[in-house]
């Protein structure tokens, strides 16, 4: 059944997280689909300071539904030697797989040198990295791009498609590049025909960008994908399979 690649989740004092991972585990079944990746949303701000309890927040959200509920984390590459740490411990600690930046908020430069540390070792210890995209300066499709052409084991993600205004760039990447692979989330239709048509499915995910119970952002954007015409092949792959492949899960 389909996976949605792009859900955010914050601590919250009320209803309590395990009473939220049930909800969340509950809204997915009613919209037919059987796993979410859960990613953290606080330290995806410039002003965190505290990544690994974010982190461990997400990882023990999710640890409530393992299987339907999947943890990625984050860190800022500003961090240095202590990103790289936290890249280590939720990889080897926590055997997570995805590692979620949003370099507009977290106001750092994809062709920084604090990124390409970040990146080789994400390559090295087989980590995706998911990024935001289709904001201007520091998040623009062909940025993350050049993470694929420098780092060709590491698989990036981009977390938009390049939104509406940069979603030709990305489907350019996406045809270059084996391992850029695309989230359709935040699109038109008409974005959304042309990279289906064009990339291949292995390649390309889905995502609500559901945060925090915003059940009709989940509502339109999977309402939206199905309207699509799709083969029915081509679809299995990107709801079913892609998911699998960017998580380094299967090929």
Partial sequence: MPVDCHIHISPKPHPSAEMRADALVETLRAYQLDAAVVLPLDGLFSNCTDHRADN????????????????????????GPKALDEIKRCRTERGLTLL????????FSIASPQMNAVAALCQELGVAILLHDGTPP????????????DFPALRVVSGHSGLNDLWQDALAAARRHRNFFLCLCGLAAYPIQRIVAEVPPDQICVGSDWINGTEDVLWYRWNLWRRIPVPLEKRAIIENQTPGRLLGQRS
């Fill in 56 to 79: 461990d927040f997400v990882y023990r959200f999710c640890q409530r539904h393992p299987g339907k509920l999947v943890p990625a984390f984050t860190v800022n590459p500003w961090f």
């Fill in 100 to 107: 979620k930046l949003h370099p507009w908020l977290q106001g």
């Fill in 138 to 149: 520091y998040s623009a499709p062909l940025q993350l791009a050049r993470l694929c052409r």
